[in-house]
Nanobody
């Protein structure tokens, strides 16, 4: 069992930066692939970024490539999402998720979810 708690969301102007953090409980954190997803008002849940168990492999949604960076620290049971050059269309609730398998961009493969943190980007 893995429990996930996101933090770091907030209100920022367009062009600004935020760093989201996901703290995970459990001694087996390093065996999980991790992902970030988001849901904007009135829209479907959307993949943002994923990272494999070791951190050696990452995957990004096209619209965030070059602006967002996912990383993990297995010693601290933490996954980070550094978000730069934020745009109003990045406004959403951001969720951290853990997958006992290989992870990836499909939300239904993930086994555990946090409650989310709100990110609002003003124009």
């Amino acid at each position: 069992q893995v429990q996930l708690v996101e933090s770091g969301g907030g209100l920022v102007q367009a062009g600004g930066s935020l760093r989201l953090s996901c703290a995970a409980s459990g001694r087996t954190f390093s065996s999980y692939a991790m992902g970030w997803f988001r849901r904007a008002p009135g829209k479907e849940r959307e993949f943002v970024a994923a990272i494999n168990w070791s951190g050696a492999s990452t995957l990004y949604f096209d619209s965030v490539k070059g602006r967002f960076t996912i990383s993990r620290d297995n010693a601290k049971n933490t996954v980070l999402l550094q978000m730069n050059s934020l745009k109003p269309e990045d406004t959403a609730v951001y969720y951290c998720a853990a997958d006992a398998g290989v992870g990836g961009s499909t939300w239904s493969t993930y086994d555990y979810w946090g409650r989310g943190t709100q990110v609002t980007v003003s124009s």
